[in-house]
């Protein structure tokens, strides 16, 4: 479980792409004196297991079902990533509930710089947008952030000046791909309602607020 409150932005290494899947090395730098073999760790808001542990450098195995879902096939040695540590037993949280499993990509559409701020607009399929709501949560490449603004064809965050300088969105450009987790409860709660209403009634996020949620 993580939280989507970025630790550290670090540098891939190497990406060695292989029949089933992908070895990725990333350096963690400090971080590396926390982390042991077996430990599960977000890069980019994907949740990876570190199988090797060698000085500040991690390898990483990732599945071929990952890459599919994600951006880490495209990741290049010397690129910098989000890096999240697991929440500790007992620790403080803070942004919201992120498991580290990615429901899909994004694109960035428009940059807006407003002073040290930027609202930033993703385009998204729909089966991505159904699952989100305004003042909702949404992790981007693991960095757990608020929806202000939802539409047809893509979604809105306001992006504060401290998430800007200590993570990849400081230097993102319209274009880029990024990792998309909708938020689980909103998730659990569209589940449990399209098994309640009829099969024939499409569940939107019309239809969530129409509902109360």
């Given amino acids: 479980m993580f939280t989507g409150l970025i630790e550290s932005v670090c540098t ?33 808001g994907v949740c990876l297991t570190v199988t090797k542990l060698q000085g500040s450098l991690a390898d990483f195995d990732v599945s071929s079902e990952t890459l599919k879902k994600s951006t880490l096939e495209k990741l290049k040695p010397s690129q910098q990533v989000n890096i999240e540590l697991a929440l500790k037993s007992g620790g403080r949280f803070g942004g919201h509930f992120v498991q580290g499993h990615v429901d899909g990509i994004a ?72 990792n998309i987790e909708t938020d689980i409860i909103i998730k659990a709660v569209k589940k449990q309602l399209e098994n309640i209403l009829p099969k024939k009634q499409k569940l939107t996020a019309e239809k969530l607020k129409e509902l109360g949620f």
């Avoid at 070895?23 to 430990?39: F, H, M, N, R, S």
């Fill in 107 to 178: 694109t960035i559409k428009t940059v807006e710089k407003q002073g040290q701020f930027a609202n930033f607009t993703f385009q998204a399929d729909s089966q991505l947008l159904e699952q989100m709501v305004v003042k909702g949560s949404v992790a981007i490449d693991g960095i757990s952030l608020t929806i202000t603004g939802l539409n047809k064809d893509s979604f809105g965050s306001a992006i504060i000046p401290e998430t800007l300088n200590k993570t990849t969105l400081g230097s993102a450009k319209i274009g880029d791909q990024v």
């Fill in 12 to 44: 891939a290494k190497s990406a060695r792409r292989s029949a089933d899947g992908l070895k990725l090395t990333v350096d963690l730098g400090k971080l590396a004196d926390e982390a042991k073999i077996g430990d599960s760790i977000a890069i980019n």
